[in-house]
């Protein structure tokens, strides 16, 4: 499939690249299809809504950040998207890259969960204290991925 970039880029993307987010991405509900695309700058990928060009998502894997980071969802919310084994999951976290020089973070309260078979996805909302919106990559990596 052909996919129009926020960087105005068409950019082919395989068909298992494809992610269906039913209940879309907090703040942006109304768009459902996203493909999944590489970033320059490894490990980060491209979230790109196929629906609108201009919504766009830097997301990482949280585990290579925090070695210690825990999700503890509930299975009938993990049903919505057909996960009954831990093993089909994929956990992904949003990133925000401030333009005004702050911390680069990341939303480790509101993970995406994917179903790798399926590839549906949806993000959850963690009610754990240890996990902020805005968790501080750079720190986070200084620290060895732990929690400071």
């Known amino acids: 499939m ?3 970039t926020k960087a105005n880029k068409m950019v082919e993307v395989p068909d298992d690249h494809i992610l269906t987010i039913p ?3 907090f703040g942006f509900e109304d768009f459902t299809k996203y493909a999944l695309i590489d970033s ?3 490990p980060f990928l491209w979230l790109q809504s196929i629906e ?5 998502f830097l997301i990482v894997d949280p585990f290579l950040i925090c070695s210690s980071y825990e ?3 509930d299975d ?3 049903k919505k998207i057909g996960i009954s084994k831990p093993e089909d999951i994929i956990i992904m ?3 925000t890259v401030p333009s005004n020089g702050t911390p680069i973070t990341a939303n480790f309260a509101g993970p995406l969960v994917i179903n790798k078979n399926t590839r549906e996805a949806m993000q959850v909302i963690i009610n754990d204290n240890r996990w902020s919106t805005k968790v501080d990559i750079m720190a986070m990596l200084q620290g060895n991925g732990e929690e400071k």
């Open 76 to 78: 009938e919310s993990l």
């Open 93 to 95: 976290t949003i990133v």
């Open 40 to 42: 320059e700058y490894e």
């Open 71 to 73: 999700t503890d969802i």
């Open 23 to 25: 209940e879309g991405i």
């Open 52 to 56: 609108n060009a201009e919504v766009a």
């Open 2 to 4: 052909t996919v129009n």
